[in-house]
């Protein structure tokens, strides 16, 4: 790092194939810094959406740094580290919108708290919800095993089995915690030229819990200070990169348990931590076909009973028309059980849209806005297609009714 030379931040974003989330949050940055004295490092890990061309034109004040290949996350950042001249060094995401008084806020509390090596902001959803990895524990063997066997989430509120999440800690209340997520870290500069920066050997997550935990053995606090609140789209990178995020974060999980916790465990225990990250692995690729396949196919079903029921209940005469009414060459009754099936096909397709299949599973913004335009794209059918026409009453039902349902 730099002779500091009167800079209170330097702000360090390590861009890969994001140019437009990089282009908002520069300029929340540039919002954001009030009386503060700040220079912007970006790198770019060899980006092939011409991210520094777009950039460059819109923000003269911005060093560029480019890489000829993607090194990574801790790799890329450890560049600009050894560039920056700030008293505080804040690591942040491209895909993050900082709050007007984001800098300044983090910077009085840092500055007010001298003990205190490292400090991360309240981060937000891109749906505004809070993001519970804004304070985390330190992923110890029993830690790992609570969350791995399920016991943090039956147990959320316990300080005995929740310490990774650490929801029992008041979301608006400065706390000392074990690890801060990288999306946004503002760092003492006295603790980086103490522990040093990221890990290198952690290519793609782990960097930032590994970097909190170093931080913390030199003698400095950890805070989550939500002085101040950011928005993380999160993973935007990730998706338009083709490293396998997965295998990516379980190796990391595999390398921070070899670097810490190998010598203070004998040689079964080291191995049952190994194994646990294993069967956690394999329980998240089980999990993401059980989201992918088979809650869509049960919500296709319930859905087509729904619309089914709502049928019934529109048409008395349904007993007589089954099986001996006649639409051209075709069965009324295979007619009517086609346009269900579509209909319910266009709802859960919408859902999936909207990533109800995803990590939004249980979000109700999510699940509004698949209900409300699945609901649309149904009422265009009832209109242009006369098959579709039988009844707009189980439209609206399949709103109502099928919301509640999944």
Request: hydrophobic fraction near 45%.
């Amino acid at each position: 790092m730099n002779d500091q030379v009167g800079i209170d931040v330097s702000v360090i974003i390590v861009n890969y194939n994001v140019k437009h989330f990089a282009d908002q949050c520069l300029k929340s940055v540039f919002a954001s810094q009030g009386s503060l004295s700040i220079e912007v490092l970006l790198i770019d890990n060899a980006s092939e959406d011409g991210s520094i061309e777009f950039l460059q034109d819109r923000f003269p004040d911005v060093k560029f740094i480019a890489n000829n290949k993607n090194v990574g996350f801790g790799r890329a950042n450890n560049i600009a580290l050894e560039k920056a001249r700030g008293r505080f060094l804040l690591v942040l995401n491209p895909d993050t919108l900082l709050s007007q008084d984001s800098l300044t806020e983090m910077v009085k509390y840092i500055e007010s708290n001298p003990e205190v090596g490292a400090i991360g902001p309240k981060i937000l959803t891109r749906y505004g919800s809070f993001d519970k990895t804004s304070k985390r524990g330190l992923p110890t063997p029993w830690v790992s095993f609570c969350r791995i066997s399920g016991l943090s989430k039956l147990f959320p509120k316990s300080k005995t089995f929740g310490k990774y999440d650490l929801l029992y800690l008041d979301p608006d209340k400065p706390a000392e915690v074990e690890t801060l997520v990288g999306c946004c870290m503002l760092v003492r500069a006295e603790a980086y030229n103490t522990v040093g920066g990221f890990d290198e050997d952690f290519f793609m997550y782990g960097e930032d819990i590994d970097w909190s935990y170093r931080i913390s053995l030199a003698g400095w606090k950890v805070h989550y200070a939500p002085v101040t609140r950011i928005v993380h789209f999160r993973g935007e990178s990730t998706r338009r990169s083709s490293i396998n995020a997965d295998k990516a974060f379980y190796s990391a999980m595999h390398l921070f348990a070899d670097k810490h916790f190998r010598n203070q465990h004998n040689w079964l225990s080291h191995q049952l931590i190994n194994l646990g990250i294993i069967l956690a692995h394999t329980a998240s690729k089980i999990g993401k076909v059980y989201r992918k396949v088979l809650w869509p196919s049960i919500d296709w079903i319930g859905y087509l009973g729904i619309l089914a029921s709502a049928r019934w209940v529109r048409s008395w005469d349904i007993c007589v028309n089954l099986g001996m009414s006649r639409w051209g060459n075709f069965d009324l009754t295979t007619m009517i059980a086609a346009a269900l099936s579509v209909q319910s096909l266009v709802w859960i397709a919408s859902f999936a849209g909207f990533g109800v299949y995803g990590k939004q599973r249980g979000n109700s913004k999510a699940l509004f806005w698949g209900l409300l335009v699945g609901f649309l794209i149904n009422s265009s059918l009832t209109y242009f297609f006369k098959q579709f026409a039988y009844s707009r009453f189980v439209t609206l039902y399949g709103l109502i009714f099928g919301g509640l349902f999944v």
